[in-house]
């Protein structure tokens, strides 16, 4: 899987220009800050992000004052990622105002000495914990990193969506100065395990040589039912505190394949 993140990180925020950080940010903070109003707690000042990729909700979350810690096991993505703190390239913003510290490394195993109001875990990381042990040491890493009361933030696929709905090809096709890049995503779906396998070829094309780059790469995609999150939450020291559907609050149904759900470490 790391292979695979490091191919596609050329083309990573290209082919998700169209996604709004700044506002996916916003809703995260407001999920946070909805949290912290139930417990009469003061709004977050340090933020644990497991699968923080090029660092594109990082950056606004700084520009909030908070200060974040990113991990990823995608060398290439974490470069990316530095590249866009440095630059400040990102428009509309203020000089970052909290700081971003990222570490190479694997969230299901990552341990630092710190603990944080929140951990966040965004863009559908949870559903790449394929296997049971997977997602238990995922959980496990959010619970040891968060204080007593803390929120870990995590969105992902939605079994009973996926299994109405069923995942279907795509195609995307987005174009820079420099390049045309097609996205062919090709899903099996795998009902035994509660998991499909996406398998994508992307096909980059230089436009002044007009010389395409033909890539491959298979990504596992494990879908989740509420009684199993339950279940692990409660295992692993925390209670789920909330489940709503990614971006619009509306409540989780058969049509809302990306969910996202907020749980609480016990006091």
Request: charged share 25%.
């Amino acid at each position: 899987m790391t292979e695979a993140f490091d191919l596609s990180s050329r083309y990573y925020d290209l082919l998700y220009r169209d996604k709004d950080y700044a506002q996916e940010t916003e809703y995260l903070c407001n999920l946070i800050k909805r949290d912290c109003a139930i417990k009469n707690a003061p709004a977050p000042s340090s933020l644990l992000e497991l699968g923080c990729g090029t660092g594109g909700h990082a950056l606004w979350l700084t520009q909030r004052g908070c200060n974040v810690v990113g991990v990823d096991m995608s060398a290439r993505m974490l470069e990316r990622a530095e590249k866009r703190f440095a630059s400040k390239t990102t428009k509309k913003v203020d000089p970052v105002a909290g700081f971003f510290k990222s570490h190479l490394g694997d969230i299901r195993s990552f341990r630092v000495n710190q603990k944080f109001d929140a951990v966040a875990s965004l863009f559908h990381v949870a559903s790449y914990q394929v296997s049971n042990s997977d997602v238990a040491n995922y959980f496990q890493t959010a619970s040891i990193h968060l204080k007593p009361g803390g929120l870990f933030v995590f969105d992902l696929w939605y079994g009973p969506a996926v299994l109405t709905q069923l995942p279907a090809t795509r195609v995307k096709r987005v174009s820079d100065d420099q390049i045309d890049v097609v996205r062919i995503a090709e899903p099996k779906l795998i009902e035994r395990e509660n998991k499909v396998e996406v398998k994508y070829t992307i096909y980059v094309t230089d436009r002044k040589s007009q010389h395409t780059q033909r890539l491959e790469e298979t990504h596992s995609m494990r879908y989740f039912f509420e009684p199993e999150l339950d279940n692990l939450a409660s295992q692993h020291g925390l209670e789920i505190a909330s489940q709503e559907e990614w971006m619009t609050g509306e409540t989780p149904s058969r049509a809302t394949w990306g969910v996202v759900f907020t749980a609480r470490k016990r006091d």
